[in-house]
């Protein structure tokens, strides 16, 4: 069974940094694409990162781009993003999923949540 | 970036269709391949894909949900409602970074 658990996520103040983990099981994780969407509360989907199967390209939007890096580390099975100088912005429940190259989401995490406040 | 564009809010009464539709700013299909995905969302959980590749009925998913369409104009399905399809639907292109989802299309009962 496909797994997927977030962690990592809670307050922060703005302008400061946090690294949320998502630890995989049930498939074979370096054949993957892995990626991180979020959700501000009450709000809709948003794609933050890509990370292609070696970890050699990644992709963000504007939106994040420069401020998070998405990474993993295939011998743990397991997929991070550092977020730095994170803003109010930012607060949202951060999933992460599987994909392939152009296909779709097809297994997600849980959820962490991520609050930037003072 | 390419945006998708879905209506907020489709009332439906059960047993009968429901039909939303996502429309794109560019054409997201490649060699016969439309990168257009659907998810379903329940509150407090995370999405769950239904069809991807615009027609394609992903695994464990019951057959009363279909997608079709091509180029610019998809559709999602689902004929006949039930009360546990009661949800937000988001589409999604993967056909150029960044990827991007519409807003949702929330179902209601009417």
């Known amino acids: 069974e496909v797994q997927l658990v977030e962690s990592g996520g809670g307050l922060v103040q703005p302008g400061r940094s946090l690294k949320l983990s998502c630890a995989a099981s049930?498939?074979?994780?370096?054949?993957?694409?892995m990626a991180w969407v979020r959700q501000a509360p009450k709000k809709g989907l948003e794609w933050v990162a890509t990370?292609?199967?070696?970890?050699?390209?990644?992709y963000y939007p504007d939106s994040v781009k420069g401020r998070f890096t998405i990474s993993r580390d295939n011998a743990k099975s397991s997929l991070y993003l550092q977020m730095n100088s994170l803003k109010s912005e930012d607060t949202a429940t951060y999933y992460c999923?599987?994909?392939?190259?152009?296909?779709?989401?097809?297994?997600w995490g849980q959820g962490v949540m991520v609050t930037v406040s003072s | 970036d390419i945006v998708l564009t879905q209506s907020p809010a489709l009332a439906v009464s059960l047993e009968q269709r429901a039909t939303i539709s996502c429309k794109t700013s560019?054409?997201?299909?490649?060699?016969?391949?439309?990168?257009m995905h659907w998810y379903q969302q329940k509150p407090g959980q995370q999405p769950k894909l239904l069809i991807y590749?615009?027609?394609n009925l992903a695994s464990g998913i019951p057959a009363r949900f279909s997608g079709s369409g091509s180029g610019t104009d998809f559709t999602l399905t689902i004929d006949p409602v039930e009360a546990d399809d009661i949800a937000t639907y988001y589409c999604?292109?993967?056909?150029?970074?960044?990827?991007?989802f519409g807003a949702g299309t929330k179902l209601e009962l009417k």
């Open positions: 999923a599987r994909h392939g190259l152009r296909r779709p989401l097809d297994y």
């Open positions: 049930g498939f074979t994780f370096s054949n993957y694409y």
């Open positions: 990370i292609s199967t070696s970890g050699s390209r990644t």
């Open positions: 560019q054409n997201v299909d490649n060699y016969g391949i439309s990168y």
């Open positions: 590749e615009g027609s």
């Open positions: 999604q292109q993967s056909k150029d970074y960044p990827y991007t």
